[in-house]
């Protein structure tokens, strides 16, 4: 069953700027992991982020997570307009044989 | 790294036909592999999960007769589509975990066109 949530569903921003989306989840996790997907491609690990942790970044990209709000956020800063793609949040029981669980995406549009 | 080969990554097929699509682990044994469908501008949705030497189990919704997986190996996994239809036309994609890694390692999917 679909148990995250993705805030917006839809982000359109131009290039440069921020770009924040949010995710909401309603079960204890392991971990936390946000993905991108280009349109009709297979998927690319951005960036994962564990239940004791609470702030990541890789790059451009600032990962929050709120274990107590059952939440995350992920920001892309300084946008380009290759960073055009749909963002999705996957949560992660961790196990053994849990698969994630797959929010509903942001799809973000940057504009040249 | 782990990596996931899925085979192959479209096809198009006529109403009636069955696809097989393959999910092998590269580098590492996988006992569990997850097959997810996504439809147009969705979300990946869990079809079932395929354990290594055992039936698979499958998510409410999912016929279990009309998607065969095969978990024959720790390395490959197979969905077939059996008797396929338009409305089945859809991007498969597989996932394994490996044990020692907390990530999934996903498939790059499979574009299926039923016409």
């Known amino acids: 069953s679909q148990q995250g949530e993705e805030d917006p569903q839809a982000l359109s921003i131009q290039e440069g700027e921020n770009a924040t989306m949010n995710c909401s989840y309603k079960?204890?996790?392991?971990?936390l992991q946000w993905y991108r997907q280009n349109s009709g491609r297979g998927l690319v690990h951005l960036i994962l982020?564990?239940?004791?942790?609470r702030e990541k970044h890789s790059g451009r990209l600032r990962v929050t997570l709120d274990t107590s709000k059952k939440s995350s956020s992920l920001l892309i800063t300084a946008s380009r307009a290759a960073d055009t793609a749909s963002y999705f949040c996957?949560?992660?029981?961790?196990?053994?044989?849990?698969?994630?669980?797959f929010g509903k995406g942001t799809r973000l549009s940057v504009i040249a | 790294g782990a990596v996931v080969s899925q085979h192959p990554s479209r096809v198009i097929c006529k109403s009636g036909t069955s696809v097989k699509i393959e999910c092998r682990s590269l580098d590492f044994q996988a006992t569990t592999m997850f097959w997810y469908r996504q439809f147009p501008k969705q979300s990946l949705m869990l079809m079932a999960t395929s354990n290594e030497g055992s039936k698979a189990t499958y998510e409410q919704g999912v016929e279990k007769d009309k998607f065969l997986i095969n978990h024959a190996s720790l390395t490959l996994s197979t969905l077939t589509v059996t008797s396929a239809h338009p409305e089945d036309s859809s991007f498969y994609i597989c996932?394994?975990?490996?044990?020692?890694?907390?990530?999934?390692?996903f498939g790059s999917g499979t574009q299926l066109s039923v016409l």
């Open positions: 079960t204890s996790i392991n971990n």
């Open positions: 996957a949560t992660d029981a961790h196990s053994g044989n849990t698969p994630l669980v």
């Open positions: 996932s394994a975990r490996d044990r020692s890694n907390e990530k999934l390692f």
């Open positions: 982020i564990r239940s004791n942790e």
